[in-house]
């Protein structure tokens, strides 16, 4: 099932869903001809969207808002937090192209702070999924739940088959007690890779996607650490604030240490081309990553990565 | 300047270059082709005939500036640059690989960029700093801010209107590239701008509204800057998604394109008049 397909059942059996889009439409071609004067587009108006969904929600509706996860996450950042983070309404924010995905934009497009900025916001919930599989399993309960959301949207489509959604619960993969990767979003693909290198090396390795963010899974992050002499975390989002601080925070919380190794964009913009080129050259492709935590270089070759479905 | 333009043959030759430029650029990931075709005759024109920019003086703070608010328009701009010097035209084939920075939306790193931008809304304000430190310096130089029509979406557009307007920033040019489109659909069919003449003159700007293909128009219209003293300046400029080639203009499902090979030799022959390019290529649309 697709997203728009999803999203397209519940609002047709549930009344009071409402989506909106500040003329983002990618997510949602089909979706006006279905749903008729429940589909609302504020054109390019994402700070009115977000002032609206709070109107809308305050007469007891849903709204599923999408835009650009740039645009939805800092351009509407005050109305989000005001709007919907203060009364604590229902504005479910689904955000486009985050992180990588914004592959050829530029800086102005890439929601590399989107984490930080969503979790920082009192009653917010923040959800990444790692694929398509993912997404359609989780956003049910997200939608359900009476808070806001963020949900980083990913329709990537990979093999992997996820385990049943729980919200504040991460979905642990494999155990290890040489190296676990944490990891959110469309790196899981990449993560599953890595896995398959350090394994094949000797490694005994874990594997977690974390899925929610906020709430996150604090014991999950225990266990982890704990259990393993290194900690991984895999991200496509600036250093600071995303899961590397989550976890810093969480060990420190419970008065403890470990030895973290942090994939992230430490204080920089990544470099725009097609997604694949991307990931090659910031060092996130499963082998890089992979090879990085072994400290040389071995003979596996790298799958090819997809090509976005979608563009800017 | 010159109230009768003599040269314009010369600019149609630029403006048919740059289209080629551009067309050679929506392939291999794809470019924003139907926006960067409408503004294209606007940015030959403007550089070729109105700005005092020249790849001499672009550190100059006496230059004149140009702001390209929309963004994704940028071929057109990285087009008219590589033809009037500004740019190495071997540069145009890096488009959107590792090697260089030519991708979908400007940045500074391009020679002659102002600023960056591709978040809709944010330059006319920017232009407005630099606009008001020329009146605070006592410059003579122009200022001009390419935007979309979709954009004037975005609040912050009428937002610098009124502090234009409340600054009296004279020497400021916001120039809408009015192509009857966003990114989906018509402007006209999702949020309406029209009367936009009314909307602005309403806010306080001196308004010209002509046709954004013609040169003779244009340069009229430029001629005449300041339009009003004490007020901002207005061009409307209405022009032609896809402007150029016929199997592009005024197609909604025609916003972002990545052709095939095939489709671009046929794109460049229908540019030239040869026939009409039968498009397969899947149509990306989104915003």
């Given at each position: 099932m697709s997203y728009e397909e999803l999203l397209t059942e519940i609002a047709l059996s549930d009344e009071r869903f409402i989506v909106m889009t500040a003329e983002n439409r990618a997510l949602v071609r089909n979706i006006p001809a279905k749903l008729g004067n429940r589909f609302i587009d504020t054109g390019i108006t994402e700070q009115t969207m977000i002032g609206a969904a709070a109107g809308l929600a305050l007469r007891g509706r849903t709204p599923v808002v999408h835009a650009l996860a740039s645009f939805l996450t800092m351009r509407a950042f005050e109305f989000v937090r005001t709007d919907a983070g203060i009364p604590n309404l229902p504005v479910k924010l689904s955000s486009f192209i985050p992180g990588f995905l914004s592959d050829g934009n530029g800086p102005t497009h890439q929601a590399v702070e989107d984490i930080s900025l969503m979790r920082g916001i009192p009653n917010m919930t923040v959800f990444a999924p790692a694929d398509e599989d993912d997404l359609v399993k989780m956003l049910p309960q997200i939608w359900n739940h009476p808070n806001p959301s963020y949900v980083r949207i990913n329709t990537r489509k990979t093999d992997y088959q996820h385990s049943p959604f729980e919200l504040g619960k991460a979905e642990i993969i494999a155990e290890g007690e040489d190296v676990t990767i944490l990891t959110y979003g469309l790196l899981f693909e990449q993560a599953l890779i890595a896995v398959d290198i350090l394994k094949n090396e000797g490694l005994s390795v874990g594997l977690i996607n974390m899925r929610s963010l906020k709430p996150v899974d604090e014991h999950a992050i225990l266990h982890a650490t704990r259990n393993s002499k290194l900690t991984v975390t895999l991200e496509?989002?600036?250093?600071?604030?995303g899961l590397y601080s989550i976890v810093a925070e969480v060990l420190l919380k419970h008065g403890l240490t470990a030895n973290v190794l942090p994939f992230a964009l430490n204080e920089k913009w990544f470099k725009p081309s097609l997604l694949p080129n991307v990931m090659e050259h910031e060092g996130f492709t499963g082998k890089q990553i992979a090879e990085k935590i072994l400290g040389y270089n071995t003979r596996f070759h790298q799958p090819q990565i997809a090509v976005p479905q979608f563009s800017e | 300047m010159q109230s009768v333009i003599t040269n314009t043959n010369q600019l149609e030759a630029i403006a048919l270059k740059v289209r080629e430029h551009i067309i050679k650029m929506s392939t291999d990931g794809g470019c924003f082709v139907g926006a960067s075709l409408s503004a294209a005759d606007l940015i030959v024109y403007l550089y070729s005939e109105f700005l005092n920019v020249n790849p001499n003086n672009l550190?100059?703070?006496?230059r004149d500036y140009l702001f390209l608010s929309k963004g994704h328009d940028v071929p057109a701009l990285y087009g008219t640059f590589a033809e009037l010097g500004l740019?190495?035209?071997?540069?145009?084939?890096?488009?959107?690989?590792?090697?260089?920075?030519?991708?979908w939306h400007p940045n500074t790193k391009i020679p002659g960029i102002e600023f960056h931008s591709g978040s809709l809304g944010h330059l006319p304000s920017v232009a407005i700093g630099v606009a008001m430190d020329i009146k605070i310096k006592g410059g003579n130089n122009k200022v001009v801010c390419i935007m979309g029509d979709g954009e004037l979406n975005e609040g912050t557009c009428w937002e610098a209107v009124l502090v234009a307007n409340a600054y009296k920033l004279d020497n400021l040019i916001f120039v809408i590239d009015r192509n009857h489109f966003q990114a989906n659909m018509a402007t006209e069919d999702l949020i309406p701008l029209e009367p936009l003449h009314d909307k602005f003159t309403a806010f306080g700007a001196s308004v010209k509204r002509i046709n954004g293909h013609s040169f003779e128009a244009l340069h009229e219209a430029f001629s005449?800057?300041?339009?009003?003293?004490?007020k901002l300046n207005v061009v409307i400029a209405d022009t032609v998604r896809g402007k150029g080639l016929p199997s592009i203009e005024r197609r909604a499902d025609r916003w972002f394109c990545n052709f095939s090979a095939t489709e671009v030799e046929d794109l460049l022959k229908e540019l030239h008049g040869e026939h009409t390019t039968q498009l397969t290529s899947e149509t990306l649309v989104v915003r």
């Open positions: 496509d989002h600036f250093l600071t604030g | 550190t100059d703070p006496n740019l190495d035209k071997d540069r145009l084939k890096n488009h959107l690989s590792l090697s260089d920075n030519i991708y005449a800057f300041p339009f009003e003293t004490g």
